[in-house]
């Protein structure tokens, strides 16, 4: 994509090896060299206590502000309930056509919905999701494949369904876009 | 081709706008938003939107005032009301005031992806819903289209070979020749065909009415404006406007209609908002346009803006050798719609009808066939079924040498001018034929 690197930020005491592979999987489909920070923000600022859960639109403003003119792209990384006001949770949001996004593992793993965990499909929902955003901030929108990364997912199995690739349509729309 | 469904979100909340305006545009929506009711209306008056996502909770008009309010200004329009206080009492009257459907707040991401995919369906279809009774339509009365003779296979060649193209038409000839089944002809056969054939005549309407029927207008342009309506030229976006009697317009609707066609853009009656539109353009009249741009009624840039292609339809007394298979199509046609078995037509009937001059064109046979399958014996068409028998002699024209003259002309145009057969009908041989045609200066019309 870019000779410029994109930087994943984890803000949720995430095991090293875990962001290490979910940044190598993530360069490879975007080519493009991805590093990994650790991020500070008090997350209390961000927490709704009728809803309890962390409003996404508000944390996506803050990292936007803090760290977005530090790399190509940025993606936060959490580990805690997001949602935005008029949905009940989501998986992750970005700016479209912006710079940055937002990712949460919170109802990406198995335990959430009582199943054994397993890490690997944890991984794979977490790079897809990683990669869906970072899509959207280079400006692509939902798409209708089956197997494509842009497809929306609002469940784990839609995330599980879809590869962690974009179609061939979306990667021409990425090479307009980008180069 | 299909286009991006457009929503209007309203709702006072900015972190509401503002969630539901980045969640549509990831899914390709055209989206847009109001911080109020009031606000909504005003964007509403000067936009057209498919959706409107509104919230029921906004100081000032609430949601179902407004959802009341857009109802009277676009009845077509779909309104899905949210709130995050729902009560069934206001659902059931959201519903009962038109809303599409109701949402409570927050939504399950799946539930709004649903909600909108569902608006959006009911949107294509009402659209596939309309242009499909247009193609009937249009397939349906093409059928007429009928002959076998030379003149009219010259026209049908005329329409195959103009239709591909995105050329400007005028279709010239008498009253009641079919200058509309064959605007009809061009744009079923055209790339268009999947998009509306608008037709919109001329003639049965004033400069006013006219206007507002071409470009619409807005709630309150005019008295008994009640709505909002889109123009002839709005409904045929990606189609065909078919303009008939264009002779009859005035010279301000001449001097609208050119700017509409240069710009392919226009402002509604009332209104501020430029529209734009893509839309093929074929016009008709049974008048000599280029007389009138001579003598200064028809402006002679418009003229030549639609007469890129000339399409004249013969009048049926010159393709008299068509009226057979015209009468038998019509036969089926009218005993199949009135449930009636197939009658046949008598021989002496066919054949005053194939000597008949039909001032009224094929309009006129119809209408004829029409009405002696209704007061006919329901077995056999006769002479006597046929509102022909005291018209068929002119009264006006007293000459022998008129009579024979003009006799002689009908028979010669019903078999194309084949000398050989023409002489066989009139029981003459060919070099009195010869004879005749000298004497009387007669020539083969070239149309």
Redesign the interface.
């Known amino acids: 994509m870019n000779n410029q690197h994109i930087t994943i930020v984890s803000f949720g005491h995430f095991e090293s090896y875990f962001l290490n592979r979910i940044a190598k999987e993530v360069s490879l489909v975007m080519n493009c060299p991805v590093k990994v920070k650790d991020g500070h923000i008090d997350l209390s600022d961000f927490f709704d206590s009728s809803r309890r859960q962390y409003d996404g639109n508000k944390i996506l403003k803050q990292i936007d502000t803090i760290y977005s003119s530090e790399s190509y792209r940025t993606i936060g990384l959490f580990n805690v309930d997001l949602f935005i006001p008029i949905l009940t949770y989501i998986f992750g949001q970005a700016y479209l056509n912006g710079i940055t996004g937002i990712v949460s593992i919170y109802r990406l793993s198995n335990e959430r919905y009582n199943i054994a965990a397993d890490e690997n499909i944890l991984l794979e929902r977490t790079i897809k999701e990683v990669v869906h955003e970072l899509g959207h901030t280079l400006g692509l929108i939902h798409c209708h494949t089956t197997t494509c990364v842009m497809r929306s997912s609002t469940y784990v199995e839609d995330l599980d369904q879809k590869g962690a690739g974009f179609c061939s349509n979306c990667m021409d729309l990425l090479k307009e876009k980008v180069g | 081709m299909t286009k991006k469904i457009s929503i209007l979100v309203v709702d006072d909340?900015e972190?509401?706008r503002?969630?539901?305006y980045?969640?549509f545009?990831?899914?390709?929506y055209r989206v847009e938003c109001a911080d109020s009711a009031k606000m909504a209306l005003s964007i509403l008056e000067s936009e057209c939107f498919d959706i409107v996502l509104a919230d029921i909770k906004m100081p000032g008009m609430d949601g179902l005032e407004m959802l009341k309010r857009i109802k009277a200004l676009e009845k077509d329009i779909i309104v899905i009301v949210?709130t995050a206080f729902a009560t069934v009492d206001t659902a059931v009257q959201a519903l009962k005031d038109g809303a599409f459907d109701y949402v409570t707040?927050?939504?399950?991401?799946?539930d709004?992806?649903h909600l909108v995919r569902n608006a959006s369906k009911q949107i294509s279809l009402v659209g596939e819903n309309e242009a499909l009774k247009q193609k009937v339509a249009t397939l349906e009365s093409v059928e007429d289209l009928i002959g076998k003779s030379e003149a009219m296979q010259s026209v049908l060649r005329q329409v195959e070979s103009v239709a591909q193209s995105n050329s400007s038409v005028i279709i010239t000839g008498e009253s009641g020749t079919g200058k509309e089944l064959i605007a009809r002809a061009i744009h079923a056969n055209s790339p268009r065909k999947f998009f509306p054939l608008v037709s919109v005549h001329c003639g049965a309407l004033t400069e006013s009415l006219l206007e507002s029927e071409l470009f619409g207008h807005e709630k309150g342009a005019f008295t008994g404006a009640l709505y909002n309506r889109k123009g002839r030229f709005e409904m045929a976006d990606s189609g065909t406007i078919f303009l008939d009697e264009i002779a009859t317009i005035s010279s301000k609707m001449q001097v609208e209609l050119l700017r509409v066609l240069e710009t392919k853009s226009f402002i509604r009656v009332g209104g501020n908002k430029e529209i734009k539109s893509d839309f093929r353009v074929i016009c008709a009249t049974n008048k000599d346009l280029k007389s009138m741009v001579e003598t200064g009624t028809f402006r002679e840039d418009l003229f030549y803006r639609l007469n890129v292609v000339n399409i004249h339809v013969p009048p049926l007394r010159e393709r008299a050798g068509d009226i057979p298979i015209l009468v038998d199509y019509f036969i089926k046609k009218y005993c199949n719609s009135m449930n009636k078995p197939l009658v046949t037509i008598d021989p002496s009937a066919l054949k005053r009808l194939e000597e008949f001059k039909f001032p009224g064109n094929i309009r006129e046979l119809e209408n004829m066939i029409e009405r002696a399958i209704v007061i006919g014996n329901g077995k056999r068409i006769y002479l006597r079924d046929l509102p022909i028998e005291s018209s068929l002699i002119d009264s006006s024209i007293e000459s022998l040498d008129e009579n024979e003259k003009n006799h002689i002309v009908l028979i010669l145009n019903k078999y194309s001018w084949n000398i050989s057969r023409a002489a066989k009908a009139l029981n003459i041989d060919r070099v009195t034929l010869y004879n005749k045609i000298k004497k009387y200066d007669l020539k083969r019309s070239e149309k």
């Open positions: 909340e972190s509401v503002d969630s539901l980045n969640w545009v990831e899914d390709g949210m707040k927050p939504f399950d991401p799946d709004l992806s």
